[in-house]
Structures are given as C-alpha cells and as structure tokens.
C-alpha cells in the first residue's frame, strides 16, 4: 500500500459509492448522509454500512466525521455479535491511508486469513501509518499457517479478547502473541479469555522478547490449575510469569492480573505465594492491581503483606480491601522515597560525577554541595553518585546512563558547550559510555539542536 500525499475530498456524488445494497437508499439517514442534507450521527450510520457491506461509503463516513475510532463490529437484531461480511476487513485494510484520522482500530469477530494479515502488515509496517492502538474481539485465524503481523511502526496499545471458544489445537491469542517481540512502539497488552486458559509459557516468551512492553493486563474466568492436580497443565501456570519477573527478565512496570474463579482456593494460595516471592525481589513493578486477592484467606495476605517488606519498586497496589482499605506502609514508604530526574538533580549528579573522577578526594562533601533542588538532594545525591558510578549491578548502570543523558541534553539544550563537553569526555576516558539506546538518544538530539559539535570526536559513529 502507497501512501498519497495528496489532499483527501469528500466524493462530490456519494451514490455513486453504493455497491451492494441498493436498499440503503429507503433509509432516511442514510438518504440524508448521501445527500449531505443533515450532519451524520456516526454512531447508527456506521453499524448500517457494516451490515450493508458498504466499505468505500464508511470510509467516506469515516472521513466526513474525522472519526478517531474505527469499529468493525456487526451485530443481529439481538444485538449479538456475528462475523463481519466476507471482503469487507481486506477492502478497509487497503485503503486505510484515505482516513489517517483513525487512531483505534476494533475488529471483532473477523477470521483473519493470509491475505488479512498481509495486508494489515503493509498498514502497520508503514511509519507514516497515524494507529496507535488495535483492539481484536473473538477474532481467529483462517488457519494455524496465517502470519499475523510481525512488526508494527506505531502501535502502542493491543488488546486481544476471546470471549468464544476456538477450535484447533493452536488458539487464536497464541498465534498473535508468537508475532509481537518485534513490535517496538509496543508499550500496553491486554488478554482476556472467557472459556479457555491463558498460555503463560507464550505470554512470558513474548514479554521476553519485547522488553518494550511494560503494561499488561491478563483476564480469565477459569483458574489455572495449581501443581499438583493430576491435569496440572504447567504452561498454563501463572508462576512462570511470576519467575521472571522475580528474577527481573522481563521489565514490566504495569501488571494487573484477574482471575475471576473465586471457588479455587488452591490456586488462590499458590498464586499469592508466588506474587510474594516475586514482589521480594523484582525491581521493575510500579503498578499492581490484583482483585483476586479478596479471596486469598486472611493467613496468605498477611504473608504477602510481609513479603511487601522487601520490595522497592512498588508504589500504587489494588484492591485495599484486605489491608484496611489503605495503603500497605512499604509501598507508601517506595511512593515517598522516589527520585525524580529533575534538572536541577540530573545536573548536580552530573557535576558529581565529573569530580569523583577528575577530583576523587573527598567524595562526600565536596560533591554533595553541588546537588539541587532539596536539601534531602543535596545530602544524598553525591553518595548516591559515587554508589552507582561504581556500581556494576544492571539497574544501577541503567540509572547512571539514563542521568547523565538527561544531564547531557540538558547542556545541549541550554547551548552550554563546555560542560557537555567536559561531562562525555569523562564519559569516554574511563570508559563508561552510556547504554546504546541512551547514547543513540543523545545524538539524535544533538543532529536536532544542531550541535553536533557539543559531542566528542567520533562520538556520532
């Protein structure tokens, strides 16, 4: 697919566009759309001209209203979703470029064949293309040989629903998840079944893979089956997730995870175990909304509760209800004793650096009256410094280069030559250089500002 730079029009004779159903044309609104009589009403227009099977008119409705969401739904007269008209997934999919106000995509109950997926390939792959997030309902693939897409230039949010059954022996949300490691702008996913299990061997591979991802939603009804049951199927297993977060392989920062099976106590206790096992040594969770918990017996939250004791990272926790409706006091406590990269910070550690080596007597003081904005800032942030800058633990290094990049743009911004000069030049005698994707950051910035020339020799290449 080509995408025009040419101006998109309005079709002067919207008719003409009619190419099945003739009978639209004893629909009052949808005369009135024809014509450009009357503003449409987006909302009743669009599902007529889904079950009419008039793409190039919705597309033109679509337009008309600079809608942001496009749904691909097609309901009975029970309002019970049925699959969309055969063509009509394919036909959008080409002509996506005429309606770049769409940002949401929603397709439901649509069987996504090779030519789908090759066609929604070429629309993702597209850096021009304007979607940022895609919402799949009871979708399935025509075969287990269907490619969903593998890459996708601006897609931030997918969620996948599967509330029907699906034959096979490979389902629908497993074929989808094995194509998303190369999706970069992917930062939210979003997983629901109803009558099935989720596949967490498959869901931890993709995560894996795709560190990018750091939001994830995962919804079920029926509970996994704890070890030990005789039909204890172990890709279906919640800890395998829970492990590798535990041992800080994958980076989410987000997780919420519902199993909404309240009649399973034995896979209640073995799930909050594992959570506490994972919580008291992962450094990546921020955000964790687990309902699941009102049902753990009073026993296993207390035990979790003391789990929480160990961790660092975790800073908002749902629901309150087992812990008297208030925030346990270790995530306040993480809440309260957060850095955030202010300028003021990032540009006193930055001196701090430059003096542990240039000037190492004295680490202490010396640099510490160089920090800002606060006191507390002050006090701690030249020790701090000297911790990290010597450190050789991941999230430590990770810190220091995410800082002193912040701490670099902020001299390039303020056209202060010198100091960034002095600052990479540090970076590069003793070798430590920033972490690629900061250091690639670092110059894209610099060629923005046009100053290159703040940079190191060869710093660029």
């Not at 009649?263 to 990546?284: E, K």
Request: aromatic share 8%; net charge negative; proline share 7%.
């Amino acid at each position: 697919m080509k995408r025009s730079n040419a101006v998109i029009v309005a079709t002067p004779n919207r008719r003409s566009l009619i190419r099945h159903n003739h009978a639209l044309l004893n629909d009052p609104e949808v005369v009135a759309f024809l014509d450009n009589t009357a503003a449409p009403m987006f909302g009743t227009l669009v599902k007529k001209l889904i079950n009419a099977n008039e793409p190039e008119l919705l597309i033109e409705l679509v337009w008309t209203t600079q809608s942001n969401t496009l749904s691909l739904c097609m309901f009975n007269e029970r309002y019970q979703a049925v699959p969309l008209p055969d063509g009509l997934l394919d036909y959008l999919l080409q002509h996506m470029d005429q309606i770049p106000c769409v940002h949401l995509f929603i397709v439901q109950r649509a069987v996504l064949s090779t030519t789908s997926c090759t066609l929604m390939q070429t629309v993702l792959a597209d850096p021009a293309c304007t979607l940022t997030a895609l919402r799949f309902l009871d979708c399935s693939f025509a075969d287990a040989h269907v490619q969903f897409p593998l890459q996708a230039a601006t897609v931030q949010s997918l969620h996948w629903y599967q509330n029907l059954a699906m034959p096979g022996a490979l389902s629908p949300m497993d074929q989808m998840l094995s194509a998303l490691p190369g999706w970069h702008q992917l930062k939210s996913v979003s997983l629901f079944v109803q009558d099935s299990q989720l596949n967490f061997a498959t869901i931890t591979q993709m995560l894996v893979h795709n560190p990018n991802v750091i939001d994830l939603s995962v919804e079920c009804e029926i509970a996994p089956l704890p070890p030990g049951d005789p039909a204890y199927q172990p890709q279906q297993d919640l800890a395998l997730l829970l492990d590798s977060l535990m041992n800080n392989q994958v980076r989410l920062t987000k997780l919420e995870v519902d199993v909404r099976d309240g009649s399973n106590a034995a896979f209640n206790q073995h799930f909050i175990q594992r959570l506490g096992q994972c919580l008291m040594s992962n450094v990546t969770l921020e955000s964790l909304r687990v309902p699941g918990i009102r049902m753990c017996t009073p026993a296993a939250v207390m035990q979790f509760r003391t789990s929480l004791d160990n961790n660092h990272g975790l800073i908002s926790l749902w629901p309150l209800g087992p812990f008297g409706h208030q925030m346990p006091p270790p995530v306040r406590r993480n809440d309260q004793q957060r850095y955030w990269f202010t300028s003021g910070f990032v540009l006193g550690a930055a001196e701090a650096f430059l003096r542990l080596f240039e000037v190492p007597a004295e680490i202490g003081k010396q640099m510490a009256q160089y920090l800002a904005p606060t006191p507390a800032e002050s006090a701690l942030g030249g020790a701090v410094m000297s911790l990290i800058c010597q450190s050789t633990h991941e999230s430590a290094v990770n810190m220091r280069s995410a800082g002193l990049r912040e701490a670099a743009k902020t001299y390039i911004h303020s056209n202060d030559s010198t100091r960034c000069r002095l600052l990479l030049g540090a970076l590069v005698r003793h070798k430590m250089d920033l972490l690629p994707a900061d250091k690639q950051e670092l110059v894209e910035y610099a060629k923005h500002y046009n100053r290159l020339d703040f940079l190191p020799p060869g710093y660029a290449h």
